[in-house]
Every structure is written in C-alpha cells, then in structure tokens.
C-alpha cells in the first residue's frame, strides 16, 4: 500500500496512523505517482486531509512542487475553496503566486462572474487550456448548487467532457452531486450521456442512481436526483454497457443500486 492510495482512497478512521507507519517504512514524500504526477501532498490537499499534510511537511515534504499540469498544493487548495488547508499551507510558506487560469477558476466558483470575464479579456484562452488541471472548473462547478457559472462556462467555451471528482464529467458531478439545474443545462449543451468514467466504469446516470443512495445528504434530496434521472431517460441515456452488454447486466446494476424511489423510474 502507497500514501498516494491511502491519502486517496482508504484513509479511514486510521488513516494518519498508517500514513506515519508508511513513513516510518521508507515511503518517499514526494514520490510521484499516476499521469499527473502527484505527490502525497497533492493527494492529502485535493482530500483536504489537514493533518496528514502537516505530518508530509514534517517529515520534509517540499511544499511548493508542481503536478505535470503546474500545480501546486497550494493551488490546488485555493481552487477548491478548502480555506483551512490554504491557511495552513500559507502558514507553512506556501508559494502563493496563481496562474491566470486559476484566477479564472477561483472567480467563476466563487460566483465573481465579472471577474472572470476581466480575466478572459485579458488571457482569451483560460476558459479551455487544454490543460486538464486548469480546464476542471467546469467539472467543479457543476456539482455545485449554482447554475450561473455552468451556464456561463458553456457561454464561454469551457469543455463539456473535462474530468473531475474521480475522473467524471461536468455531467456526471452534476448528477452525482444531485443539480438538475445543472445537469439541464449540460445536456442542453450536448454533453455526453453515455460517457463512462476510468474509476467507476459508470456513466451519469448511474452516477445520479448512485449518489440518491450514497451522496451526502441524499434522502432529504431525493426529488433532485428524480428529476436529473428522468432527464437523462428521455434524452436517450443508455442503459447497457458500450459495446455490448446483451444480458443487460448494467441496468441490473442499476437497478440494484437505486433506492425505491429512484428504481421505479428506471426501465424493467
């Protein structure tokens, strides 16, 4: 097991014992690891794991190394709005200097539309970079409760098929995060609904069946995530896996997944 894996996916309740054993055992703190070539400190930033960071940065991990993408932790930090770790990095003596597209990023998620289009007059290319570290905004707006900055990101030729939160699309962080404001707004664009991430092998649908079970807060939400999966259905999201799936084995997940509420409107 590797303090990327741990800090990403099986932190727990033990999490930052076992990041100091794995430390204790020769883990290296800035090793890199996957196709942006994170460090721990980025993995424990983007999870907002406060302690485990200040555990990296004091058995010396160098807090101002860049993703392949050219991001900091701290970068990271401030697009997301987690204040605390940006306090505690800024503490830790952070190199605070942000690139125009994570000034567009930060302004756009913090609603300061205004300030995002002075930002695009004067960078005409921070709206769609190329760059997916920089291009995810779209990805982290979408799951938010606000439609202006979707809207606005599709005015402004954001890309639709960006990744974010375990590599979904804008349309999936809609749905998982339950914004059918939002997931309207993208489908009305002409995202895609069949698109199935890397990490879950799932598409939007299944990423709104899912999160009306499992998201936070989602029986109180239940309506919402009503509305985003009879939107997908009847603007044709399938129901089988790509490339064949002939004992439909992908509605019976599902099925499987949706609480009662949510199955009834699936296809029997």
């Not at 960071?53 to 860049?66: F, N, R």
């Not at 000034?103 to 004067?122: K, W």
């Not at 439609?147 to 349309?171: A, I, K, R, Y």
């Amino acid at each position: 097991m590797t303090l990327h894996h741990v800090l990403d996916w099986e932190y727990g309740p033990d999490g930052l014992h076992t990041v100091k054993r794995l430390i204790a055992d020769g883990a290296e703190v800035d090793g890199r690891f996957g196709p942006l070539e994170e460090t721990p400190l980025h993995v424990a930033t983007r999870r907002r794991r406060c302690e485990a960071i200040e555990v990296l940065l004091d058995h010396g991990a160098q807090i101002d190394l860049t993703t392949a993408g050219g991001k900091t932790a701290f970068a990271h930090a401030v697009r997301r709005g987690f204040d605390d770790v940006v306090y505690l990095l800024t503490l830790r003596g952070a190199d605070q200097r942000l690139a125009a597209a994570d000034r567009f990023a930060i302004a756009v998620l913090e609603g300061r539309l205004s300030d995002a289009r002075a930002i695009l007059r004067e960078h005409p290319g921070v709206a769609r970079t190329g760059n997916p570290e920089e291009d995810r905004v779209f990805a982290d707006a979408a799951g938010r409760n606000d439609n202006e900055p979707v809207s606005f990101l599709v005015e402004v030729g954001g890309d639709l098929h960006v990744t974010g939160l375990d590599q979904g699309t804008p349309l999936h962080q809609a749905a998982w995060f339950g914004q059918p404001r939002n997931a309207r707004i993208l489908v009305e664009a002409g995202a895609d609904l069949d698109a199935f991430d890397p990490v879950h092998r799932s598409s939007p649908l299944h990423w709104a069946v899912h999160g009306s079970r499992y998201s936070g807060g989602a029986s109180d939400r239940l309506e919402a995530y009503a509305e985003i999966v009879q939107l997908l259905l009847a603007a044709g999201a399938g129901v089988r896996y790509p490339g064949g799936d002939e004992d439909g084995e992908y509605l019976r997940r599902l099925r499987t997944d949706a609480p009662p509420e949510i199955r009834g409107l699936l296809p029997e």
